[in-house]
């Protein structure tokens, strides 16, 4: 059974850090791209970042030069580390895991909550 399992949510005041983890399990992820996206409260999901097996990655503009995702193949771990955090940045964080990087039938964790401040 494939498993994205999600942790590191939580309420922050804004300018402060939080990081994501997610751990994948249940079958190997070798090769896959491995993504973070949120969810807001009554908008649709959108993309935050994704890293490639390379180690190439790819973020949002609105995170840009604030969150850093980076990978362990080893472990098939991923994390995203957030910086200076907004209230804007409030939402429900899924992780995702996709063969090619489309995203057009990925892997999706069970979301983790990030709630910031102002």
């Known amino acids: 059974q494939v498993q994205l399992l999600e942790s590191g949510g939580g309420l922050v005041q804004a300018g402060g850090s939080l990081r994501l983890s997610c751990a994948a399990s249940?079958?190997?992820?070798?090769?896959?791209?491995m993504g973070w996206f949120r969810q807001a409260p009554g908008k649709g999901r959108e993309f935050v970042a994704h890293i490639r097996w390379s180690g190439n990655t790819y973020y949002s503009d609105s995170v840009k030069g604030r969150f850093t995702i980076s990978r362990d193949n080893a472990r098939d771990m991923v994390y995203l580390q957030m910086n200076s955090l907004k209230p804007e940045d409030t939402a429900v964080y899924y992780c995702?895991?996709?063969?090619?990087?489309?995203?057009?039938?990925?892997?999706w964790g069970q979301g983790t909550q990030v709630t910031v401040s102002s």
């Open positions: 995702a895991a996709d063969a090619t990087g489309n995203y057009r039938s990925p892997y």
């Open positions: 249940g079958r190997t992820f070798s090769g896959y791209v």
